[in-house]
């Protein structure tokens, strides 16, 4: 079998280092299947579709200028760099994957395998398909009644604490016996008031 060497796939600008073996593009529909009782036939309900898969196979051996190793650290340097600690989008260049409408993936998983008496490694990669997704989010009204029940709540305080300082500077609950000033002022405007002289009453029922 000869495999010829593709420079026209690139993954995020990088050219990919070997021969390609097979090129695979793979798209699904969502269908969810429904268990209906009494019935054997199960009906399908279409759901979406899912994300495109593209799996490439590379044979990667020795050149004149790089070892089969140094090549496959490329591919390494492109599945994730020096430091990354999450997978990134890139960008892909692909006569087969442009058929899909897929410019864009991410970059599944990177295998190397090494056979015994062969001077070449045989790479599969397994990429995604990257499609952009705007989340918008929406303003919460529980954040604004929570801020109006605060505010009145400081009001019905401030309401309280004036009441119980007036509850405090009146004669209310004043010991029997002692009458304050305010006290007897208020009284003395009340028509409930006893304003008799105990002394001329007596009197008056002695004589009677």
């Given at each position: 079998?000869?495999?010829?060497?593709?420079?026209?796939?690139?993954?995020?600008?990088?050219?990919?280092?070997?021969?390609?073996?097979?090129?695979e593009v793979k798209e699904s529909a969502q269908i969810d299947?429904?268990?209906?009782?009494?019935?054997?036939?199960?009906?399908?309900?279409?759901?979406?579709?899912?994300?495109?898969?593209?799996?490439?196979?590379?044979?990667?051996?020795?050149?004149?200028?790089?070892?089969?190793?140094?090549?496959?650290?490329?591919?390494?340097?492109?599945?994730?760099?020096?430091?990354?600690?999450?997978?990134?989008?890139?960008?892909?260049?692909?006569?087969d994957a442009a058929a899909h409408g897929i410019d864009k993936?991410?970059?599944?998983?990177?295998?190397?395998?090494?056979?015994?008496?062969?001077?070449?490694?045989?790479?599969?990669?397994?990429?995604?398909?990257?499609?952009?997704?705007?989340?918008?989010?929406?303003?919460?009204?529980?954040?604004?009644?929570?801020?109006?029940?605060?505010?009145?709540?400081?009001?019905?305080?401030?309401?309280?604490?004036?009441?119980?300082?007036?509850?405090?500077?009146?004669?209310?609950?004043?010991?029997?016996?002692?009458?304050?000033?305010?006290?007897?002022?208020?009284?003395?405007?009340?028509?409930?008031?006893?304003?008799?002289?105990?002394?001329?009453?007596?009197?008056?029922?002695?004589?009677?």
């Open positions: 079998m000869i495999f010829v060497e593709d420079n026209t796939i690139k993954l995020n600008g990088v050219v990919l280092p070997g021969l390609v073996k097979s090129i299947e429904q268990e209906v009782e009494g019935s054997s036939a199960k009906p399908k309900q279409a759901t979406g579709y899912e994300d495109a898969k593209i799996n490439i196979e590379l044979v990667v051996d020795d050149t004149d200028t790089q070892t089969k190793y140094q090549r496959l650290e490329t591919l390494q340097a492109v599945f994730r760099k020096e430091g990354q600690g999450v997978p990134q989008p890139i960008p892909i260049v692909c006569e993936v991410l970059f599944k998983s990177l295998n190397h395998k090494a056979e015994q008496k062969k001077s070449y490694f045989s790479v599969t990669l397994e990429l995604w398909e990257y499609i952009p997704q705007t989340i918008q989010a929406v303003k919460s009204s529980g954040t604004s009644s929570g801020k109006k029940s605060g505010s009145s709540g400081s009001g019905s305080a401030g309401t309280l604490d004036s009441s119980y300082s007036s509850y405090l500077s009146s004669d209310r609950g004043a010991a029997p016996g002692k009458i304050t000033p305010a006290l007897q002022k208020k009284r003395g405007k009340s028509p409930a008031v006893d304003d008799a002289d105990t002394a001329k009453v007596l009197s008056k029922l002695k004589r009677k």
